[in-house]
């Protein structure tokens, strides 16, 4: 089969991925050169990597154009982390598959991403394996004043969380059931693990009020348990105040949900109003950072204690 | 066991990589939260990814040190092919492993790599997978006028390459044999295996004076093939003028030395020796860029012709 020499295919197959937003995102050689040529602004840039695994991070068997897709949606949800813009897409696979069709699947996958994020693909790399992996990079702008880190929440802030948690956990399950006639609210938790949104636009509204953010990739409480970590600083949550469905030691410790949970100070709070009837969502509150070494969970006037924090696949 | 946490693990062995390098690079934040963030300057950049698959691009029980190290010198060296200065790495590791060992030695490759080439780990990603693979982001400084593309040779450019061909897929075979007692030459096919020199003194050199650049890393025949394609031009290559050891097969189709093959415009050629001057090597022309639309090998007065043209795993 001559077609699948991986130069062919790279050329065939990944090269013009997002190319319509080359111009707009200042590359000035795409795909298909040793490396791509990008200009930059006044602004700084960030980067970040995310593997996607098969069975560990999706099933094995899932459409490759949303194996495709959700690793993009992953990788990307760093830089809204961050508060980012995002530039463009690096796209390293391991695939077990020699179908082109499923080479094309993949493609789809990630043009499709690249039209809903308005975002090119600058290059990329091929590679036959056992199992299927997908390595995503990211770059994004921010300036480093607005740059949302993990180290900077304060005593007193509000802890917020940018959506429902426990949705993706759900959709995993389903995906896996491979059950078809769904309701809408099960079509809802399916979409909401396969497509994850992706909070670009409410990073860049938070980099302006928040002390601190990260992306819930592993579970609220891990994730939370990073901030205040690197912040040296601890929390308390309240249960009846966290917005999730299923249980709550799903909602808790497994992540996939990829919203962003952040801290904002007392004195900014009023803001969380004004974006979120700009970006017409909701935004939760669900506690605050306290002077203690760790995550304490109120439900009503006790507290829950929890063995797993989050989500390790090196257990 | 509590160390194999993904975050610790990260922590531990992956945070301060190359990190006496961060502020010449320009890194404004390192690893540890969502994204790296970093500066730019007047330069543009340029970034390349590389996936190293064990089997593939090494064998499946090579050392870890070595894996990391020759994954983080195959994609630095497309900074080098493009004439780009090296800023910073990313480290994307998929292993089978749960010996801290077998980390604590993959952190150990890429360290000496950072000390080697004075490049700092701007972020990185691990994931649990059954077998090993490593996709390394680089990214390199270069202005877009000197950019070195692959598809720049013009009618009349002489083809260089900066060293010896064939050594490092004889250096592969002694490393599977795993013989002991190796001779001078043999110890340094293995290390040009092992530790392939990356050309960026070299690449940033020729930005000055080559038309077009390229590293070969499939293969003579394959990697000069993608200059001809993209420059549409061909090329007549002299086999007497060519230095490589082993079979002329294996040095003109078997990839790994990631020496540069170059065009430079006979204008330019009194350059050639002030470089070889400068960075006391050698540099070899092979042949020219001519009318014709495939590569023509000249062995005395006749020419040879050769059914692969270079290694691809995905036949």
Known sequence: MKESDEFSI???????????FLDSSGILIGPGDDAGLFKTSNEDLIFSTDVSHSDIHFPKKLDPELIAYRACSVAASDIAACGGALKWLSISLVTPSKELSWLAKFAKGIKLFTKDYRVPVLGGDLSRGKECSVSVGVCGEVKKKYFLSRSGAKLGDSIYVSGFLGFSRIGLEIVKSKKNNLSAKEKRYKKKY????????????????ANSCIDISDGLIGDLGHICEQSKVGAEIDIELIPYEGTY????TWGDDYELCFTVPKSKEKKIKIIEDKLKMKLYKIGE??????????????????SQKSYNHFK
């Open 10 to 20: 790279l050329q065939k197959y990944f090269k013009n991925l997002g190319s319509q």
């Open 194 to 209: 396969l497509k994850p949104k992706v909070n670009l636009s409410l990073g860049q509204e938070l980099r302006k009020i």
């Open 249 to 252: 030691k799903n909602a808790l």
């Open 289 to 306: 950072i306290i002077k203690i070494n760790n995550i304490r969970i109120k439900k009503g006037d006790s507290h829950l204690k929890m």
